[in-house]
């Protein structure tokens, strides 16, 4: 079974293999943080601001999905 800061780590690996971003450039767009995604696979804990913040990004900045009818 897996946690939400398993689910959450999920959704942005998903999101950065749709957009073929690196995750260094994620964090720094979606969070002002390059380290951010390392951080997380690494154990970090999110604040609920933060995975608000984090799939509000996603959600803007999904082009693939977007493209979808």
């Known amino acids: 079974m897996n ?6 780590l999920e959704d942005i690996e998903a999101f ?3 957009q073929g971003t690196s995750a260094t ?6 969070v002002n943080d390059p380290n951010f ?3 997380l696979r ?15 990004f996603i959600r803007e900045n999904d082009t693939e999905k977007a493209a979808q009818p």
């Open 3 to 8: 946690t939400p800061a398993q689910v959450f």
């Open 16 to 18: 950065l293999r749709r």
């Open 25 to 30: 450039a994620f964090g720094r767009a979606a």
């Open 37 to 39: 995604v390392h951080d």
């Open 42 to 56: 690494s154990g970090r804990m999110p604040n609920l601001g933060m995975v608000e913040r984090v799939h509000r």
